[in-house]
């Protein structure tokens, strides 16, 4: 009798902890969460010390994000030499050097964020991606959900992204290779949620202002190139040419993306030849070649094989101008 009452007590208990194990353990959707840090990187106001490292070398900044009657800006201010701030105004983007009170401004054609660009609905990522969530762990003081951004070919990088379990906002980004080897790395060291922020305009007015990109969108419909190989899910987002100083050729730009990664397609016309060469730049890899007249580079946060393959199924048309 005392073993058979011990029997349904330790099979309740058992039972119990089964079910109290598949309740915890079921994840969120990490689509709607990345959905919800895209909104709440977008709408909210925050402050904090962000640590990024780039190319082997780090480098600490002041963040500010604001939102003032439905405009973003976002700002970093250096904390190492040379010090320097880079203020985001929409699709401007200023640089201010400290010690000469030099005002480098350059024009893009859409939104960029410091931080991380994602779509407005983060399930688009789905076909390209294997997303999934990989635990609670503490970053700045903070809970944050890990989520792991998996490529299901060869033409994207591998990111992790800590998302805040409180603010929704990206407390970690890291960009991978392949073998897991980290490329870039973003992280906050403390991150705050502010009402309102009042340090985030700057007056640029009485400084001495360059302005290097003063772009032209001249759109799709005019692309005068055509790529063969498009790696699946990279879409054509715009087509600008770039205006450069003193009267000389403008550069042509084509912008492709697959809601996450990005690709430059760059066209300049050049009286000489040069051989083709590919660089490295931690997550940035760059492919040049030359194509009758013209020096092309095929730039962006892919791996190699990426900007190689779209730069050898580009053809030019015969009415670029």
């Known amino acids: 009798m005392i073993r058979n009452n011990s029997v349904l007590p330790r099979a309740v208990v058992l039972l119990w902890m089964g079910f109290s194990t598949l309740v915890s353990a079921e994840p969120e959707n990490p689509f709607q969460l990345l959905t919800a840090m895209q909104q709440a990187m977008t709408s909210l106001s925050y402050e904090g010390t962000v640590a990024i490292l780039k190319n082997g070398k780090l480098d600490t900044s002041n963040y500010f994000h604001s939102v003032q009657n439905g405009a973003e800006q976002e700002r970093l201010l250096s904390l190492n030499s040379p010090v320097r701030e880079v203020i985001r105004d929409n699709d401007r983007v200023s640089c201010l050097f400290k010690a000469t009170q030099e005002v480098i401004v350059d024009h893009k054609p859409i939104r960029q964020a410091f931080l991380l660009n994602l779509p407005t609905d983060a399930s688009k990522l789905k076909p390209f991606y294997d997303v999934k969530t990989e635990g609670n762990e503490q970053i700045a003081m903070q809970k944050a959900i890990l989520i792991t951004l998996t490529p299901k070919d060869q ?40 009402k309102e922020l009042n ?84 997550a940035v890899n760059a492919y040049s070649h030359a194509l009758d007249d013209y020096s092309i580079t095929i730039i962006g946060d892919v791996p190699a094989v990426t900007v190689e393959a779209i730069a050898k199924g580009i053809a030019i048309s015969k009415n670029l101008n």
């Not at 407390?171 to 949620?193: C, N, S």
């Open 199 to 282: 340090n985030v305009n700057v007056n640029l007015d009485t400084k001495n202002v360059h302005h290097i990109h003063q772009f032209e969108d001249l759109g799709l419909a005019k692309l005068p190139i055509t790529i063969e190989q498009i790696p699946l899910g990279f879409e054509k987002i715009s087509f600008t040419r770039t205006q450069l100083p003193s009267g000389k050729q403008g550069v042509d730009q084509l912008l492709l993306s697959d809601g996450l990664s990005s690709v430059s397609v760059y066209l300049d016309k050049k009286n000489q030849k040069n051989h083709s060469s590919l660089q490295t730049a931690g």
């Open 155 to 194: 033409y994207r990088h591998t990111r992790k992204v800590w998302v805040a379990d409180e603010s929704k906002l990206p407390l970690k980004i890291e960009v991978q290779d392949f073998t897991g080897t980290t490329l870039e790395q973003i992280q906050f060291t403390d991150l705050r949620v502010v």
